[in-house]
């Protein structure tokens, strides 16, 4: 598929082959430090019928690329779109983030939980990953993207946003059998929401496992870790997903890179607590890395930003399988010109590395 792209370094990078520089794409990158997304939102009327909109999200999915010379576009949407599609009744209170008007706590309500409808509720996400391709014009690959199983589950046991999810760690103790069961009807929902991706014309797709970091070693490799390789496997055995690159994002879990790499994933999204080098050394060169300046640096100096963007750079080393990011989503504070300045440093300094490296 990267054949016809015009800038495909980003799934070069994925599978691990040289690139004439580092490719760089950050989380949150259609989001709102840019005052054209905001327009757009408050034209939408509220976040989620910007993200059901497939005209209008396409429109912010494309924003970042006019601005910056990214190597990835993602696709604007939410890690909660799967639970909205079970019925759980999922709205944004100002200020608040995300709640359920029906959260799981029973095994009925799990009993009544079953994998979406690809072309039902979750058409409009299809819909729109259809509509960026044809936009895209093949200038950049479109990454697709859900939740994870557990990170899923936080939010739909919770009912809403938490510092420590407790309801549902408490349900993983009491009723751990009860606890699998969620999970699994999750992992194979996200599954079949990445392979729908996957054949809607997504070409690389990431789970993002933003509460994984918050378990306990061993509670980490039965309800996160487990589930993240069943959605792996699923995704390796569908006929649209299994040649596509899988980036596994697990925040705050550095310590289980290894573990994570052993999943079959093509790349490992690293948050700013682990050094590059160390994480590339944990996963042995199996797979790419994506990361890991701490976003707060784009709210210092343009001296700072390109200071610290060499010297993640630097941490990799000028080995293949490097994919620039940030630890985690891009602040609504940011100034989109310190965006550029970031993205700019990279391709320059990543093109200068590989320049050295050929003269020696």
């Known amino acids: 598929m990267s054949d016809t792209l015009k800038n495909d370094r980003f799934l070069r990078a994925l599978r691990r082959q040289p690139t004439d520089t580092t490719p760089i794409w950050v989380m949150r990158q259609a989001g709102r430090y840019l005052p054209e997304y905001r327009a757009t939102r408050e034209r939408a009327g509220s976040f989620m019928a910007l993200a059901q909109h497939p005209e209008l999200a396409c429109e912010v999915t494309l924003q970042p690329l006019e601005r910056f010379e990214l190597d990835a ?60 391709r044809k936009q895209l014009a093949d200038r950049v690959p479109l990454i697709g993207f859900s939740g994870s199983p557990w990170t899923l589950a936080c939010y739909m046991v919770e009912g809403h ?31 079949a929401y990445l392979a729908a991706q996957a054949a809607a014309g997504a070409q690389a797709l990431m789970v993002f496992d933003t509460w994984g970091g918050l378990l306990a070693p061993a509670a980490f490799k039965e309800f996160s870790l487990r589930y993240l390789a069943q959605v792996v496997a699923a995704l390796q055995a569908d006929a649209h997903a299994r040649e596509l690159p899988v980036i596994l994002f697990s925040k ?36 790419a890395l994506q990361g890991n300046l701490d976003p707060a640096v784009l709210l210092s100096t343009p001296e700072v930003i390109r200071r610290e963007a060499r010297a993640v750079m630097d941490s990799y080393g000028n080995h293949p399988g490097h994919v620039f990011n940030l630890g985690h989503g891009i602040t609504p504070e940011v100034d989109p010109e310190h965006l550029r300045v970031l993205v700019d440093e990279v391709h320059a300094y990543g093109r200068a590395m590989r320049e050295a490296a050929s003269t020696r």
């Open 73 to 132: 576009a993602i696709l604007f949407s939410d890690i909660l779109t799967i639970p909205d599609a079970m019925g759980l009744g999922l709205s944004f209170a100002q200020g608040e983030g995300p709640q359920f008007a029906h959260p799981v706590r029973s095994a009925a309500d799990v009993a009544k939980l079953a994998v979406p409808d690809m072309d039902g509720g979750l058409r409009y996400v299809m819909d729109a990953v259809r509509l960026v």
């Open 161 to 191: 946003g938490s510092r420590d999810f407790a309801t549902l760690k408490a349900m993983c103790w009491n009723d751990p059998a009860l606890a699998h069961r969620l999970l699994d009807t999750l992992a194979q929902s996200v599954a």
């Open 252 to 287: 705050g879990a550095g310590r289980h890179l290894g573990a994570l790499a052993d999943t079959g994933c093509a790349g490992l999204g690293v948050d700013w607590t682990i050094d590059l080098d160390d994480a590339r050394r944990a996963v042995a060169g199996r797979v």
